[in-house]
């Protein structure tokens, strides 16, 4: 096996450079900008901030002061005195600046032939009528509303029509089972929940109003729950309590201009349970007017957004990304935003690309684990569509190895377009580090720099930030608008995860070093990050190092006690469809890590595995295949995120033990 085309983390060293034409009217167009903007924000960081919040958002009242923190304290206040409303920034105000006829969501449902465009003064009008139909149900300013519906522009409205009368919007997302929504409505006690009958899904109708009657018989705070026709299965109706959406909405008697209330910048916005690959899902904490002002800026700056782009976003706006970068930042710039109901591989694996061509789609975002499924497809799916529309590309949700960074930047963005591979979290609110299109040269797997005023570092654990190419703890020391403000309900969890260790800083809980170019790379969570005989190494890693041999589909290694070693590496691989399970394939597979990474990669055990355990938003879930390696059967802990609970016993049954 040759060793030439092997790419990997380690000893990436490929530049490209940012695209030249367009840059004209790029939001920063080059390094000397950027640095620019650095300097100017680390000088003064509040002016910095403040100008961004009055230049992109409008605000009813303006704020007295820009910051009041105490991060230690883990008590952060954003533009307090500033009153504003989301609703107002994402919708009304643009009725009257020229964009009364614009497209805001351009939906793609399941069935090709469902589409429906909704301009801004049709979005104003769905959203004014449910916010009022929410008023009429008694929820107010302050209450919290669950949202577990799918990708449909209901839920838009929905998350839009709360922020409008102050409502705390809490979606999750509509694959999760009944339990994990039971969990997540009696944590924020929830006094109406939004559904529908039932999710289109590859074909199929999946159904969900069954899961909400089931979570809602221990779920006290909910009066009403509101269900959306979109399937048309029969389901039953509570009566008292299951109320039809078109119904409500169609009430002659409803208030059809519904007045945005005013609300305080610190106000909370919504509440959003992590994705759980690391144990008990969080409530994280937004307020108003800090997110508003991050959604919209890293929005502008990040992806480039301009007037007249189609934007997609692939992810489901039941996570993170969905809220910041579907629904709050793109319609805070008064953009288009694409939302698309489907998979990505049926009715076939071009379903992405086509739509890229059919709505001539200019900036397209997704995450790692779906470049890798569509490049396991073939090459064949990308050339059957006309891509040129695509100008910025974006990737999220964990590290990119360098083998799909590569396909990704050839295939779809035909050699030429600039990746943003952006790290962020449910807590940062948006993103925090990434290239900027038009200004950033970019290496194949790095985030590269933090944006201005992001003041992220890699530390050791005294807090010290370490040398060049030193692992170390990525943390952040400067607060942010669009900071978590709380986890719900505890106080003392929210201190504590993620202010107690480093005394003033944010700890985002994963791993990262810099390379002697400045590029941050980040090695993953630091809960996984494996300990050979004192060698700290990133899964991210290994695993794009196994990732980038051509029989291996997919990668997950993790930790396993080792009386010598301290830990030694156990990796599941999942195999390239055409390929056999094999002994020489496996001692193959420990050189190439060995050449690649060196001895002390050296994965110990190999174990072939159909499937690997991830979490709903597609995460591998690396605290079972830790506890599985160890020898442990059963005391998985919260499984509730899992997507397919079957892999585990596959793996039980699989595992290899230590020879
Ligand atoms: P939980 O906190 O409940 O365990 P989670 O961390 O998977 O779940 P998210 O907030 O959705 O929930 O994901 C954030 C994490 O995803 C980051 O902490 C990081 O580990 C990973 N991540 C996201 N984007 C990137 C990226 N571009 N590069 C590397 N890692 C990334
Ligand atoms: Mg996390």
Known sequence: MSQTNIESMLDEKRVFEPPFARRDNAHVRSMEQYRELCSRADEDPEGFWAERAVKLLDWFRPFDSVLDADMQQADIRWFSGGRLNVAYNCIDRHLTRGRRNKAAIIWQGEPEEDVRVYTYQMLHDEVCRFAAVLRSLGVKKGDRVSLYMPMIPELAFAMLACTRIGAVHSVVFAGFSAVSLQNRIQDCEAKVLVTADAVLRAGRRIPLKNNVDEALRQCPSVEKCIVVRRAGVDIPMEAGRDLWWDELAADPELDAVCPCEEMESEDPLFILYTSGSTGRPKGVVHTTGGYLTYAAHTTQWVFDLQDDDVYWCTADAGWITGHSYIVYGPLALGGTSLMFEGVPTWPSPDRFWHIVQKFRVNIFYTAPTVVRSLMREGVEWTQKHDLSSLRVLGSVGEPINPEAWMWYHNYIGGGKLPI???????????????????????????????????????????????EANQGGYLVVRRPWPGMLRGVYGDPERFRQTYFERFAGMYESGDGARVDEDGYIWVM?????????????????????????????????????????????????????????????????????????????????????????????????????????????????????????????????DGRLELT
């Open 524 to 652: 993953g969570r630091l809960d996984d990050v494996i300990n050979v005989s004192g060698h700290r190494m990133g899964t991210a890693e290994v695993e794009s190092a196994l990732v980038a041999h051509p029989a291996v589909a997919e990668a997950a290694v993790v930790g396993m006690p080792h009386a010598v070693k301290g830990e030694s590496i156990y990796a599941y691989v999942t195999l390239a469809a055409d390929e056999d399970e094999s002994e020489e394939l496996r001692a193959e597979l420990r050189t190439w890590v060995r050449k690649e990474i060196g001895p002390i990669a050296t994965p110990e055990v190999i174990q072939f595995a159909d499937g690997l355990p991830k979490t709903r938003s597609g995460k591998i879930m690396r605290r079972i295949l830790r506890k599985i390696a160890s020898g442990e059967t059963s005391e998985f802990g919260d499984t509730s995120t899992l997507s397919d609970p079957g892999v585990i016993t596959d793996l039980i």
């Open 420 to 466: 943003v591979d952006t790290w962020w979290q449910t807590e940062t609110g948006g993103i925090m580090i990434s290239a900027l299109p038009y200004a950033t040269p970019l290496k194949p797997g790095s985030a590269t720099f933090p944006l201005p005023g992001i003041d992220a570092a890699v530390v050791d654990a005294e807090g010290n930030a370490v």
